[in-house]
Protein backbone atom coordinates (compact mmCIF):
# COMPACT_ATOMS: atom_id res chain seq x y z
CA UNK A 1 0.00 0.00 0.00
CA UNK A 2 0.86 3.82 -0.48
CA UNK A 3 1.75 5.89 2.58
CA UNK A 4 2.50 9.58 2.78
CA UNK A 5 3.28 11.02 6.07
CA UNK A 6 3.55 15.39 5.77
CA UNK A 7 4.94 17.11 8.64
CA UNK A 8 6.51 20.54 9.08
CA UNK A 9 2.91 22.55 9.59
CA UNK A 10 2.81 24.76 12.25
CA UNK A 11 2.18 28.49 13.77
CA UNK A 12 3.56 31.47 12.05
CA UNK A 13 3.72 35.20 11.99
CA UNK A 14 2.63 36.44 8.83
CA UNK A 15 5.73 37.05 6.60
CA UNK A 16 7.22 33.81 8.23
CA UNK A 17 8.32 30.72 6.39
CA UNK A 18 7.63 26.97 6.65
CA UNK A 19 8.66 23.85 5.14
CA UNK A 20 6.32 21.13 5.02
CA UNK A 21 7.76 17.49 3.99
CA UNK A 22 5.81 14.73 2.88
CA UNK A 23 7.79 11.06 2.45
CA UNK A 24 5.65 8.67 0.99
CA UNK A 25 6.56 4.78 1.17
CA UNK A 26 7.78 3.83 -2.15
CA UNK A 27 9.99 5.71 -4.89
CA UNK A 28 8.41 9.25 -6.16
CA UNK A 29 9.28 7.97 -9.36
CA UNK A 30 6.08 5.61 -9.03
CA UNK A 31 4.43 8.73 -9.54
CA UNK A 32 3.35 10.26 -12.57
CA UNK A 33 2.85 13.79 -10.34
CA UNK A 34 2.82 14.40 -6.84
CA UNK A 35 2.06 17.82 -5.57
CA UNK A 36 0.32 19.78 -2.54
CA UNK A 37 -3.46 20.54 -2.18
CA UNK A 38 -4.89 22.57 1.37
CA UNK A 39 -8.06 22.97 2.51
CA UNK A 40 -9.37 25.86 4.27
CA UNK A 41 -12.89 25.78 7.11
CA UNK A 42 -15.52 25.68 4.89
CA UNK A 43 -13.61 25.93 1.78
CA UNK A 44 -13.03 23.17 -1.31
CA UNK A 45 -9.90 21.69 -1.21
CA UNK A 46 -7.39 23.18 -3.60
CA UNK A 47 -4.39 22.61 -5.57
CA UNK A 48 -0.93 24.50 -4.09
CA UNK A 49 1.24 22.99 -6.27
CA UNK A 50 2.71 19.83 -8.09
CA UNK A 51 5.75 18.53 -9.63
CA UNK A 52 6.52 15.60 -12.13
CA UNK A 53 9.29 13.23 -11.96
CA UNK A 54 11.24 14.94 -14.44
CA UNK A 55 11.11 18.46 -12.47
CA UNK A 56 8.45 20.32 -14.08
CA UNK A 57 6.38 22.47 -11.47
CA UNK A 58 2.70 24.40 -11.27
CA UNK A 59 1.58 26.65 -8.73
CA UNK A 60 -1.79 28.11 -8.16
CA UNK A 61 -1.70 31.45 -8.73
CA UNK A 62 -2.20 32.62 -5.21
CA UNK A 63 0.83 31.31 -4.14
CA UNK A 64 3.18 31.83 -7.12
CA UNK A 65 6.41 33.72 -6.03
CA UNK A 66 6.00 32.34 -2.69
CA UNK A 67 5.91 28.94 -2.04
CA UNK A 68 8.21 26.22 -4.27
CA UNK A 69 7.99 23.18 -4.54
CA UNK A 70 10.96 20.17 -4.61
CA UNK A 71 11.93 16.68 -4.24
CA UNK A 72 14.60 14.31 -2.60
CA UNK A 73 14.40 11.77 -4.85
CA UNK A 74 16.87 9.52 -2.20
CA UNK A 75 14.87 10.01 0.35
CA UNK A 76 11.12 9.39 -0.87
CA UNK A 77 10.43 13.23 -0.01
CA UNK A 78 9.01 16.04 -1.54
CA UNK A 79 9.11 19.46 0.09
CA UNK A 80 6.96 22.55 -0.02
CA UNK A 81 8.68 25.58 1.15
CA UNK A 82 6.27 28.57 2.12
CA UNK A 83 7.83 32.36 2.50
CA UNK A 84 6.28 35.21 2.35
CA UNK A 85 2.83 33.69 4.29
CA UNK A 86 -0.13 35.30 4.76
CA UNK A 87 -3.03 34.52 6.68
CA UNK A 88 -5.20 33.40 4.20
CA UNK A 89 -2.73 30.75 3.30
CA UNK A 90 -4.07 29.21 7.03
CA UNK A 91 -5.16 25.58 6.07
CA UNK A 92 -4.50 22.04 6.26
CA UNK A 93 -2.02 21.19 3.44
CA UNK A 94 -2.32 17.54 1.96
CA UNK A 95 0.21 15.72 0.20
CA UNK A 96 -0.94 14.17 -2.96
CA UNK A 97 0.67 11.65 -4.96
CA UNK A 98 -1.15 10.51 -8.50
CA UNK A 99 -0.55 7.71 -11.01
CA UNK A 100 -2.35 6.85 -14.14
CA UNK A 101 -3.42 3.41 -14.28
CA UNK A 102 -2.47 1.47 -17.51
CA UNK A 103 -5.75 -0.09 -17.41
CA UNK A 104 -8.56 2.40 -18.69
CA UNK A 105 -6.12 5.27 -18.13
CA UNK A 106 -8.38 6.01 -14.40
CA UNK A 107 -6.16 8.40 -12.23
CA UNK A 108 -5.26 7.21 -9.01
CA UNK A 109 -4.47 9.68 -5.97
CA UNK A 110 -3.18 8.91 -2.76
CA UNK A 111 -3.44 10.94 -0.08
CA UNK A 112 -1.65 12.02 3.09
CA UNK A 113 -3.20 13.08 6.72
CA UNK A 114 -2.82 16.82 6.33
CA UNK A 115 -0.57 19.24 8.81
CA UNK A 116 -2.32 22.23 10.04
CA UNK A 117 -0.89 25.72 8.81
CA UNK A 118 -2.06 28.27 10.47
CA UNK A 119 -0.27 32.18 9.63
CA UNK A 120 -1.25 34.79 12.43
CA UNK A 121 -1.76 38.63 11.77
Known amino acids: QVQLVESGGGLVQAGGSLRLSCVAS????????MGWYRQAPGEQRELVAV???????NYADSVKGRFTISRDYAKNTVYLQMNSLKPEDTAVYYC???????????????WGQGTQVTVSS
Open 51 to 57: ITPGGST
Open 26 to 33: ISTFSFNA
Open 96 to 110: NAMRLLVVGGKRADY
